[in-house]
């Protein structure tokens, strides 16, 4: 079994952390603890924040959970762990990020209503924040991906929609937009260029703080799913 994945050593590492081998837990943590702080502190977060949430990392991932595996568990060896664990750490920095804001924006709230009630103005109403959802970074890719091709030109989505999940090559593309492989090669280049420039802007509308580059993005693509942030 270990033999077919992608990345059995990362694998074996954390099954044998799930099983409580001390020294693999200690070397779980020392091998990836910078690596994660400084992807965070890249994405976004304070040296403070980056700090405080690989420290819970650890925990979080080892801690069994009601009704539900831990969450080091979800991972299948099929990307490196680092990669996964910062998957992992984004999905808590932007949980993070939003629970500071709703309280900011709770506590301007109150010194409205405090201000209105001072005054004898009619109180200001307030429609109440919404729960942190269990894996908002999801709710930002799946947003920003709908976005981008929802906003893209429909010959572009189609295009691309053909290169990339019908697998067509250039040479079967150029036959059926009857052209040459070097305009489908640039018409494919524009297209894609389109929606990475698309998907980023709308992340960027959607948390403004969150630095992400095309590369991150397809980078999480490839390695999250619900079950990874808990949701299973």
Known sequence: MLDALPYPDDFLLAQQCLEGDVLAIRRFQEEHESGVVNY?????????EAAELAGRLWADCLAERP??????????????LLTWLKAVALNNLVQL???????KQLEMDERE????????????????????????????????????FR??????????????????????????????????SRDLDRARHAIAAATLKSVRAQDPWLELQWEDFLELCRVVSPACFGVE
């Open 113 to 148: 209503l405090d201000d209105a009630v001072a005054a004898d103005r009619p109180g200001i109403s307030s429609t109440g924040a919404r729960y942190p959802a269990e894996a908002p970074l999801l709710e930002i890719m799946r947003g920003a991906v709908e976005a981008a």
């Open 97 to 103: 990020k939003r629970h500071e804001n709703r309280a």
């Open 151 to 184: 906003d893209c030109a429909p010959e572009d989505f189609v295009l691309v929609q053909l290169a990339h999940a019908n697998g067509l090559r250039f040479r079967e593309l150029a036959r059926m937009y009857s052209c040459s492989e070097a305009k489908i």
């Open 40 to 48: 965070l502190i890249h994405r976004g977060a304070t040296p403070d």
């Open 67 to 80: 009704e539900s595996r831990p969450r080091l568990a979800t991972y299948g060896g099929n990307s490196q």
